[in-house]
């Protein structure tokens, strides 16, 4: 159902070719840029938050999690709270935001980064304007009236965008975040296999794709924290991993 787009290729070529081949389909020539070059471009007056390290300086990823709340994102939050970890989540509106409430709050007040995975999946790609327009803003509303606050990143379902997309984000006041590692974790349930697709694929300022809708997933995220902080990284927000810089309405940010 989700980010189906390859079949399985090994480590970080997977994640490259997937980001190449989503951006190919959707036939884009909008501004795209890497998280780290926006950093490095950031004006002298920037202002965007380090939260809890300069990324100029240490060795940073962001841990993302797609198409939730669901039944299993308080266990998460609960082992990010342990771990002390912030995360970025991309919500879907209609069955998850609204079935979920109190975890969508949960998720704002501890910190982490609330962010739009659009109203019902559809491909953005395939609808009109006004299509992408009510899929993007139903769930930054729904969002709103629960945080308070409207999300300023979303991520395509399925990495899918084109200049319709980038156009209709830019007016909603939404970056477009893709990812550089991904476990497929739709695909399995093998928590292990899951931990070693992304400790194959993470890289300094890298994304992290993974779902808190599936049965692997959450009990996979210890493991890969724990590794992952070992190795000398500090997980931050997607926003945190640009920092100085800020993000930028319709641009698509990629590792």
Not at 28 to 45: G, H, K, L, N
Not at 115 to 128: Q, S, V, Y
Not at 188 to 213: F, M
Request: proline share 6%.
């Amino acid at each position: 159902m989700l980010e189906k787009k390859t079949t399985l290729l090994g480590g970080g070529l997977a994640a490259a070719l997937v980001t190449t081949l989503t951006l190919a389909l959707g036939g884009c020539s909008m501004d795209t840029t890497a998280p780290a070059s926006a950093r490095q471009d950031a004006a002298s007056d920037a202002k965007g938050s380090f939260g809890r390290a300069d990324c100029r300086k240490a060795k940073c990823i962001a841990l993302t999690f797609d198409a939730g709340p669901g039944k299993d994102t308080p266990e998460l939050l609960d082992i990010l709270k342990e771990k002390k970890v912030h995360a970025t989540f991309f919500l879907l509106g209609k069955h998850h935001v609204l079935k979920h409430p109190e975890t969508v709050r949960r998720i704002q007040d501890e910190g982490h980064e609330v962010a739009n995975h659009t109203w019902t999946h559809k491909i953005l790609t395939d609808e009109e304007p006004d299509g992408i327009r009510a899929e993007l803003e139903k769930t930054q509303v729904a969002i709103e009236k629960l945080t308070g606050k409207r999300p300023r990143l979303m991520r395509p379902p399925q990495g899918r965008t084109d200049d319709k997309v980038s156009e209709v984000s830019k007016e909603l006041g939404l970056s477009q975040v893709l990812w550089s590692a991904t476990a497929k974790d739709y695909a399995t349930d093998d928590s292990a296999l899951i931990t070693q697709r992304i400790l194959d694929q993470a890289g300094k300022d890298g994304i992290i794709l993974l779902h808190d809708i599936y049965k692997g997933t959450v009990p996979a995220v210890p493991g890969i924290i724990d590794a992952l902080q070992k190795d000398g990284y500090t997980f931050v927000t997607v926003p945190e991993l640009m920092a100085p810089a800020e993000p930028e309405p319709g641009t698509v940010y990629r590792p």
